[in-house]
């Protein structure tokens, strides 16, 4: 099994910076692919960016330019910059991880961001 742990979220004014981390416990994963989502006040759940292991990147139109993936030693980072008011959510960490059972996806509890304009 797998434990995926987010932190660093907070409060920030519209304009300023902040970066989340996501770290991942368990089992190791032959292959995976490690993704953000979030989901805003009365809203869905919506992808946010991914990264692979050979470190190939995806990114929301929302928010691309503004927000980059990379991994951070043995955790994956979520740098946001620009921020503005719409980026207030809860953001989420998966990973769909490979393991001689097959592809399995495990979720983080969520940390939250809020933005203030």
């Known amino acids: 099994s797998v434990e995926v742990v987010e932190s660093g979220g907070g409060s920030a004014q519209a304009g300023a910076s902040l970066r989340l981390s996501c770290e991942v416990y368990g089992d190791t994963c032959r292959d995976f692919e490690l993704s953000w989502h979030r989901q805003g006040p009365g809203k869905e759940r919506t992808f946010v960016s991914s990264?692979?292991?050979?470190?190939s990147t995806r990114y929301s139109d929302s928010v691309k330019g503004r927000f980059t993936t990379f991994r951070d030693g043995n955790s994956v980072a979520l740098s946001m910059s620009s921020l503005k008011a719409e980026d207030t959510a809860m953001y989420y960490c998966?990973?769909?991880?490979?393991?001689?059972?097959?592809?399995?996806?495990?979720w983080g509890q969520g940390t939250q961001v809020n933005v203030s304009s």
């Open positions: 998966k990973i769909s991880c490979l393991t001689s059972g097959g592809w399995s996806q495990y």
């Open positions: 990264i692979d292991r050979r470190g």
